[in-house]
């Protein structure tokens, strides 16, 4: 894993809610030389609990063989606010009060994702973004990127994620949240406060995230004579355990509530104006069985971003499918951006 770079903000750092932040940082990865003509950055947004290096948990997609590979661009990934992965967050210190944060820390949104990283990319010296792409929690990044600085992002790739979280989405993340707070440390000021909690919540998120069909594939039983130890169970366990060892229960719950604020019509005339303002060459992809963002959503997004095109895949994972089905998001995303480039000789002669 390559080593993270720290970004300082000298200033204090204004949250859309009107708070303030002192001391911002921000973890950052980046791969490859940003060119003379600084027209191949590769901007990656993350998912809810991903990190900066996105060469590790987007690998297919990202990598030195790969559709985006450090030879040919210059790959940014940015870890969020909120995130425990070396941005400032709930378990940062305090510099008011010398201690952690904990539940003190201010809520956050999406907007203030953008606005982070919209200072990381002055830091960095990028003045035009080639590539946006974001999955998630990630696309809505994205998304609110490309409406933020229309001029500024030339293609922007949304995968898997929405114009505003849903109710339905919200409802899952409440019960996750519900169940963090059924742990009683989680008030504790301690760093692995509501860890248990955390456990339980990232059962919860598993339902959402794959299928019926995948867990029929990889969780059956190989006998018929089973009354309990279900490799279900066990799967559910492992995989809330493996969380709570790389994250921690303030975060999630801080970033739960961020997604939840996800809407890119607040303060502007509507969703739908909002989504007219992007310029950006636009392709939208959906996952056809997606359970948490229903393939409606990108559809949505499709059809009110002026020229996107949209494409659907089939996952068995779900919404997992986004980050496991790289060979086919590599074909439909190679060959967008091949149309692009294209587009963009032909609207040079016919101006020449």
């Not at 191949?40 to 559709?67: K, M, R």
């Not at 790739?157 to 409440?174: C, D, K, M, Q, R």
């Not at 809330?240 to 975060?251: D, I, T, W």
């Not at 890119?264 to 303002?277: E, N, Y």
């Amino acid at each position: 894993m390559p080593s993270t770079n720290i970004y300082q903000y000298p200033k204090v750092f204004k949250l859309e809610n009107g708070k303030k932040l002192r001391g911002l940082q921000i973890a950052y990865h980046t791969y490859g030389k940003l060119n003379a003509k600084k027209d191949n950055v590769i901007w990656a947004c993350h998912a809810l609990t991903a990190n900066a290096d996105v060469l590790d948990w987007w690998s297919g997609l990202f990598g030195q063989n790969a559709l985006f590979n450090p030879e040919d661009h210059y790959i940014i990934c940015a870890n969020v606010l909120g995130s425990n992965y070396g941005t400032t967050n709930p378990l940062s210190i305090n510099p008011v009060t010398g201690q952690p944060y904990y539940l003190a820390f201010p809520e956050f949104t999406i907007r203030d994702f953008v606005s982070a990283h919209q200072l990381l990319a002055a830091h960095l010296g990028v003045e035009e973004i080639r590539v946006l792409i974001g999955g998630s929690l990630g696309g809505q990044q994205a998304s609110e990127w490309a409406i933020a600085e229309s001029n500024k992002i030339q293609n922007l790739i949304l995968v898997a994620t929405n114009a505003f979280h849903s109710p339905w989405g919200i409802a899952f993340n409440e019960s996750q949240r519900l169940a963090i707070t059924a742990d009683r440390t989680f008030y504790a000021q301690q760093p692995d406060g509501g860890i248990k909690g955390l456990k339980v919540a990232r059962s919860i998120a598993l339902l959402s995230y794959r299928t019926y069909e995948a867990y029929g594939a990889t969780q059956v039983e190989s006998v018929n004579d089973k009354t309990g130890g279900f490799r279900a169970s066990s799967y559910q366990n492992y995989q809330g355990e493996k969380l709570c060892k790389r994250f921690n229960a303030y975060s999630y719950w801080y970033l739960s509530k961020a997604m939840d604020s996800h809407n890119v019509g607040r303060g502007r005339k509507s969703v739908i104006d909002a989504l007219a303002a992007i310029k950006s060459n636009t392709l939208v992809i959906g996952i056809e069985n997606d359970f948490l963002f229903p393939i409606a959503e990108q559809k949505y997004l499709g059809d009110h971003i002026p020229g996107a095109a949209f494409h659907s895949i089939k996952s068995a994972y779900g919404h997992d499918g986004f980050l496991i089905e790289t060979d086919i998001l590599t074909n439909i995303i190679g060959n967008f951006l091949k149309e692009s480039v294209n587009k963009k000789i032909i609207k040079l002669h016919k101006t020449a």
